[in-house]
């Protein structure tokens, strides 16, 4: 197998859409989409992806989704991250990020939020609206504290759900995710993130983590290493 020691793979998805990136030196080098459907089986998802990537190439870094967002998706993705991680990949790094927290890093970064301010970062899929709350600790962007767990919730009642932890609509910074922005039209100063927005993101991500500008004690407060899924509520038994 070829060891590429500054190749890393973005593996994205918290809808139906499935995103690629390939990173050469924390540089983002390529990307491609693919839609994922329910009716779709694994063994086309997984084709998509050997489509992508060689399997003679070892990566460095492996960035992956572990949710919240759709069962499905969540689901496959693990799936193939546990295949590679079997695959002798040995020395790679599997690092699983929480949307909601790359969502608000997003926020951050481009509008420097203050030391000790809150972000109410919300992602939608389908009709499910997850959020969690994060506080600025620290001047880097990646230094946010989760306030709270994930949760799924009406979007109807967000003051109220913030009045749990002392905080208004007012003053905090809301940041948003998703297909509709309709469902937060009625949120003063909400800001919008895209794809594009994420993958930036995860590639900054991927040059500090690279640089060792942060080390393992800081970047495991925002990533899952457990190829655990973050759904943000159970998958139905029906």
Do not use: W
């Not at 306030?147 to 905090?172: A, H």
């Not at 910074?173 to 309709?182: A, C, D, F, K, R």
Request: glycine share 4%.
């Amino acid at each position: 197998m070829e060891n590429i020691n500054n190749n890393s793979l973005i593996v994205f998805g918290y809808s139906e859409t499935l995103t690629l990136g390939l990173l050469v030196n924390s540089k983002l080098d390529k990307v491609k989409e693919f839609s994922i459907l329910e009716e779709n089986n694994e063994d086309i998802f997984f084709k998509h992806i050997s489509n992508f990537i060689s399997n003679k190439v070892c990566f460095k870094n492996v960035f992956y989704s572990c949710g919240p967002g759709g069962f499905t998706i969540i689901r496959r993705i693990i799936s193939f991250v546990k295949a590679l991680k079997f695959n002798n990949y040995s020395k790679t790094k599997f690092i699983g990020l929480n949307h909601l927290f790359i969502i608000a890093c997003c926020l951050n970064h481009k509008y420097k939020i203050s030391d000790q301010e809150y972000i109410l970062s919300i992602l939608n899929h389908s009709k499910d609206n997850f959020v969690q709350i994060y506080q600025k600790k620290k001047k880097p962007f990646l230094f946010l504290e989760s306030l709270s767990d994930i949760k799924n919730i009406d979007l109807d009642v967000v003051d109220i759900y913030l009045e749990n932890f002392n905080l208004s609509i007012q003053n905090v910074h809301s940041v948003y995710l998703g297909l509709n922005p309709i469902y937060v039209s009625f949120i003063n100063n909400v800001q919008l993130v895209n794809k594009s927005e994420i993958l930036e993101m995860i590639t900054k991500i991927s040059d500090l983590i690279e640089n060792y500008k942060i080390s393992q004690t800081d970047y495991k407060h925002f990533v899952e290493e457990k190829l655990s899924p973050l759904y943000g509520k159970l998958p139905s038994t029906n």
